[in-house]
Structures are given as C-alpha cells and as structure tokens.
C-alpha cells in the first residue's frame, strides 16, 4: 500500500498562516531546500487542496528552474475540490468524490509514496480517520498570535510516534511522526 505522508510549515503557536492568509514568514532557507528536493525525491504524486493548488499553480510553472521547480511541475497532482471547474498545471487531476473514499483508493492504487503539501483543509480530516502515515511539521521560529491553524477540526485525540527531528541553522525544526 502506498504511504501517505504531509508536510506542512507551522508557527510555534500552531497556525500554518497567518490572520490575513499571510506566508511571509515560512523560513525558507538552503536546509529547507534540501529537505524539500529530498521529499520530493520520494514521492511520486502531490495532493492538494483547492486553495494550496491555487497558489502553487499561480507560482510553479513560471518559477525560476531548478529541481524543486522541476519536480513540482512534473509530478502527478490530485486537486480535491468541489468547487473547481478545471484544472490546468501540468499532470494535475481534478478529483470531486467524498476525501477519504478517494484517498482510500489512492492508497491501494499502484505507485509509489504521495505527499500533501499544504492543504490543512484535507489533511486533518485524514489524519483523523488515520489515512495519514507521516506527518512532518516544519516548526518555524515565530508566534503569530492569530491565524489558521494548523490542525484545525480535529474531534478526538490522535496519539502520534516521534520518528525524527532536525534542527537547522535557521531556529526551523522538522519533526516527523507517524501514527500509532
């Protein structure tokens, strides 16, 4: 069965973005750029939201070339949404069935690994039925106060299993867990 794993930035206080939608504070830096060609390495398809698709199909296609940029461009995507018409980056599928059907299909499909990036909206409702393998949160040094968080309706308690954890230079820590 293929693994599902997230990867998703994250302020100290919990929220993936801030009170405006505002980015600007991931830390992105060299070390990041390695743990994300990495990934990327690992996987063969992406999972997105309609919101986190958006974004990246507005910056990816005409992004300065380089391996992330080429991967991202190249990889499968499936785009969960109910309200997109049509989905125009390279190799993305639009899919309008129930989430956690389709990710249940997606998992027993050939292939191999699948990451979401971004897309809060439909990672936590499939961490809370257990269809997430990995969660890796990118812990960006910075409170925000207010914005949207990260594990946002989540309705029963959810044990998690520490697998690693890299400091980098920047103050980021990345830990990865997995279910239990």
Same mark, same amino acid.
Request: glycine letters at 8%; a neutral charge.
């Given at each position: ?70 991967? /991202?461009?190249? !990889? ?7 309200? *997109?018409?049509? @989905?125009?980056?390279? #190799?993305?599928?639009? $899919? ?17 690994? /699948?990451?979401? !990036? ?7 409702? *499939?961490?809370? @039925?257990?269809?997430? #393998?990995?969660?890796? $949160? ?43």
């Amino acid at each position: 069965m293929r693994k599902l794993i997230v990867s998703n930035m994250m302020s100290l206080d919990g929220f993936f973005e801030g009170p405006n939608k505002e980015l600007d504070w991931h830390v992105a830096d060299e070390e990041f750029f390695t743990y994300a060609r990495d990934m990327l390495r690992a996987v063969d398809t992406i999972l997105f939201g309609r919101v986190t698709y958006q974004l990246m199909a507005n910056y990816w296609p005409s992004a300065p070339k380089d391996e992330i940029a080429e991967k /991202m461009n190249a !990889l499968p995507k499936v785009v969960f949404s109910r309200t *997109l018409q049509k @989905v125009d980056w390279n #190799d993305s599928k639009l $899919v309008r069935g129930e989430l956690t059907d389709e990710v249940r299909k997606l998992k027993q499909s050939q292939g191999g690994d /699948m990451v979401i !990036l971004g897309s809060a909206s439909i990672a936590s409702p *499939l961490l809370e @039925v257990g269809l997430i #393998d990995e969660y890796r $949160v990118i812990l960006n040094p910075i409170l925000l106060g207010s914005g949207k968080p990260l594990f946002a309706g989540i309705e029963k308690r959810i044990s998690l299993k520490l697998l690693s954890t890299k400091g980098f230079a920047s103050g980021v820590v990345l830990l990865n867990y997995q279910k239990v």
